[in-house]
T-cell receptor, first 111, second 118 residues
Framework: GQQVMQIPQYQHVQEGEDFTTYCNSS?????IQWYKQRPGGHPVFLIQ?????EVKKQKRLTFQFGEAKKNSSLHITATQTTDVGTYFC???????????FGKGTMLLVSP | GAVVSQHPSWVICKSGTSVKIECRSLDFQATTMFWYRQFPKQSLMLMAT?????????EQGVEKDKFLINHASLTLSTLTVTSAHPEDSSFYIC??????????????FGEGSRLTVL
C-alpha cells in the first residue's frame, strides 16, 4: 500500500525563525494536501497541490510539490507563536479513494 | 466553509458498555466519511471508510465487530464502540468530503470525540 513519510517528527524554533517540514511518498501521488491541527483541536485543511512542480503561497507559508509528484514540503517564514501545531501532509494515489496521512510534524514556537 | 459536527465531544463510560459517536455534515452531502483514531501526540490512524448506503471498509487490523459503522444518510455517519475497554480510550475523529468534489476534494474534520473507558 501507499506510505507517506514525514519529517521531522518534532521541531522547536524561536519566534522569527523559519521552519520546514518534508513529506515523501513511496508512490507517485495524484495530489497532496496539507492540514494543520492546533493543540486540542481538529485538523484543518490548508491547501491542495495537484501539478508537478507546483508552488503555492499563503502569506508566510510556501507549499511545494515535487517534479516527480512523490514529495512535498511546507515552509514557514519567520514563524509566529500562532503557527504552533501539528502539520500533516496527506497524499492520494490515483488508484485509491482515501488519503494517506503522514505522521505529522509538531511545531513549537517560543516567543 | 463546510462544517462537520461530531457528537459527543467527550464521553466517559464503564468497561463493557457501548458508546455511539455521531458525525454530521451540516451544509453539504457526503457519500463518504472517514473515521480516525488519534493517540496523544501521534498521527491520524484511519480506521474505516464509511460509505452511504453500503458497508464500511475497514483498514487492516481494525475489528469491524468492535467498531460498528453506519452511514444511513448523506449527512450522518455513526461509529459505535461496542463492549468498550480501557484500551479503547482515545480521540476519535471523523472527516467528510463534499460529494460534489469527488475523490480529490479537501476533507472537513469534525471536532473529535475523546473517549475514556474506566
Amino acid at each position: 500500500g501507499q506510505q507517506v513519510m514525514q519529517i521531522p517528527q518534532y521541531q522547536h524554533v524561536q519566534e522569527g525563525e523559519d521552519f520546514t517540514t518534508y513529506c515523501n511518498s513511496s508512490t507517485t501521488l495524484s495530489n497532496i494536501q496539507w492540514y494543520k491541527q492546533r493543540p486540542g483541536g481538529h485538523p484543518v485543511f490548508l491547501i491542495q497541490l495537484v501539478k508537478s512542480g507546483e508552488v503555492k503561497k499563503q502569506k508566510r507559508l510556501t507549499f511545494q510539490f515535487g517534479e516527480a509528484k512523490k514529495n512535498s514540503s511546507l515552509h514557514i517564514t519567520a514563524t509566529q507563536t500562532t503557527d504552533v501545531g501539528t502539520y500533516f501532509c496527506a497524499g492520494k494515489n490515483s488508484g485509491y479513494s482515501t488519503l494517506t496521512f503522514g505522521k505529522g510534524t509538531m511545531l513549537l514556537v517560543s516567543p | 466553509g463546510a462544517v462537520v459536527s461530531q457528537h459527543p465531544s467527550w464521553v466517559i463510560c464503564k468497561s463493557g458498555t457501548s458508546v455511539k459517536i455521531e458525525c454530521r455534515s451540516l451544509d453539504f452531502q457526503a457519500t463518504t466519511m472517514f473515521w480516525y483514531r488519534q493517540f496523544p501526540k501521534q498521527s491520524l490512524m484511519l480506521m474505516a471508510t464509511s460509505n452511504e448506503g453500503s458497508k464500511a471498509t475497514y483498514e487492516q487490523g481494525v475489528e469491524k465487530d468492535k467498531f460498528l459503522i453506519n452511514h444511513a444518510s448523506l449527512t450522518l455517519s455513526t461509529l459505535t464502540v461496542t463492549s468498550a475497554h480501557p484500551e479503547d480510550s482515545s480521540f476519535y475523529i471523523c472527516s467528510a468530503r463534499d460529494r460534489g468534489t469527488g475523490f480529490a476534494g479537501e476533507l472537513f474534520f469534525g471536532e473529535g470525540s475523546r473517549l475514556t473507558v474506566l
